[in-house]
């Protein structure tokens, strides 16, 4: 973080960081400069100049990027005050994880040039964009090289694994969601198996005589399932709004979210449906294919 104002300001504003950086930072990570211009290299002008994002300007009160060129601010360096220049506006870019405590008034990047402004922000990582058919070699040249210059093994990382770090705890989750999802759904099923197996073994004589009468398969089918699915259908407006609710509260730890459609929650409903119909296909094909005879003479 570094905190910031107007000269002659009496608010100081905290800004987000990625500390000191070089020339090559917009490039490397394909961020876009919407005003001014970028560092430049070893440049004495740029020792005190900044870069800010979109989202900082308007904090300032500027009314559009290009105005914020050119004006100075104070950085609160330890327990001196230094004053830069902004040369150039940044879009905007999410710097922190997309959790909740990122709101709109803290947002914004300000950008030092290495470690002349503010010296406790000296670069102390590079980063490289590679070949990923070539990583293992360009990685042993630069462990090589790290180690004759600093005497002391590289640590490294790839930068999607570096952002994955942040969510964790929430891919723990999912996992342990999705386990017990399948579970459940697999209890049910062995549980409606079984349901419909002794219903059909009750109900042994009547579809023996509706089937004499001249019931079709569908009719059978329609016997066995008639209070099941009234069951199903109860269970849905039971759980589609509590679904809703808790996807809703969840969410709302994040900064950043999905909107949920209706979709979300009836194609599961309709997976589970078409899971749980193709769990008692066999019985039911079984009952409405039996011969009515064997029925009748059923104790």
């Given at each position: 973080?570094?905190?910031?104002?107007?000269?002659?300001?009496?608010?100081?504003?905290?800004?987000?960081?990625?500390?000191?950086?070089?020339?090559?930072?917009?490039?490397?990570?394909?961020?876009?400069?919407?005003?001014?211009?970028?560092?430049?290299?070893?440049?004495?002008?740029?020792?005190?100049?900044?870069?800010?994002?979109?989202?900082?300007?308007?904090?300032?009160?500027?009314?559009?990027?290009?105005?914020?060129?050119?004006?100075?601010?104070?950085?609160?360096?330890?327990?001196?005050?230094?004053?830069?220049?902004?040369?150039?506006?940044?879009?905007?870019?999410?710097?922190?994880?997309?959790?909740?405590?990122?709101?709109?008034?803290?947002?914004?990047?300000?950008?030092?040039?290495?470690?002349?402004?503010?010296?406790?922000?000296?670069?102390?990582?590079?980063?490289?964009?590679?070949?990923?058919?070539?990583?293992?070699?360009?990685?042993?040249?630069?462990?090589?090289l790290f180690q004759k210059t600093y005497q002391e093994p590289m640590k490294w990382t790839f930068l999607d694994e570096k952002i994955g770090m942040n969510y964790a705890d929430e891919r723990s989750t999912r996992n342990q969601l999705a386990f017990f999802s399948v579970l459940a759904v697999g209890i049910t099923c062995l549980g409606l198996l079984g349901m419909i197996s002794n219903k059909a073994v009750e109900k042994t004589k009547e579809i023996g005589i509706r089937k004499v009468l001249g019931a079709r398969m569908d009719q059978i089918a329609a016997?066995?399932?008639?209070?099941?699915?009234?069951?199903?259908?109860?269970?849905?407006?039971?759980?589609?709004?509590?679904?809703?609710?808790?996807?809703?509260?969840?969410?709302?730890?994040?900064?950043?979210?999905?909107?949920?459609?209706?979709?979300?929650?009836?194609?599961?409903?309709?997976?589970?449906?078409?899971?749980?119909?193709?769990?008692?296909?066999?019985?039911?094909?079984?009952?409405?294919?039996?011969?009515?005879?064997?029925?009748?003479?059923?104790?």
């Open positions: 973080g570094i905190s910031l104002r107007l000269p002659g300001g009496e608010f100081w504003f905290g800004q987000d960081t990625n500390g000191g950086v070089d020339e090559s930072f917009l490039s490397t990570f394909n961020i876009e400069l919407i005003a001014g211009r970028n560092f430049q290299a070893d440049n004495p002008a740029d020792q005190k100049s900044i870069l800010i994002s979109k989202a900082s300007a308007f904090r300032f009160g500027f009314s559009s990027p290009e105005e914020a060129i050119g004006q100075n601010i104070i950085i609160m360096e330890e327990e001196r005050n230094v004053e830069v220049k902004v040369i150039g506006v940044i879009k905007d870019y999410e710097f922190r994880p997309f959790f909740s405590d990122v709101t709109e008034r803290d947002r914004g990047v300000v950008l030092t040039y290495k470690g002349y402004a503010v010296p406790h922000f000296k670069p102390l990582k590079i980063t490289f964009k590679i070949d990923l058919k070539k990583t293992d070699e360009v990685v042993e040249r630069i462990d090589a016997l066995l399932l008639n209070t099941t699915v009234r069951q199903v259908l109860i269970a849905n407006l039971v759980g589609i709004p509590l679904a809703y609710y808790l996807v809703q509260q969840y969410l709302t730890k994040f900064s950043e979210r999905l909107e949920m459609s209706w979709w979300h929650y009836t194609i599961p409903a309709l997976l589970l449906l078409i899971i749980m119909f193709a769990t008692i296909t066999s019985v039911l094909y079984k009952t409405a294919k039996s011969n009515p005879v064997d029925a009748l003479k059923y104790e």
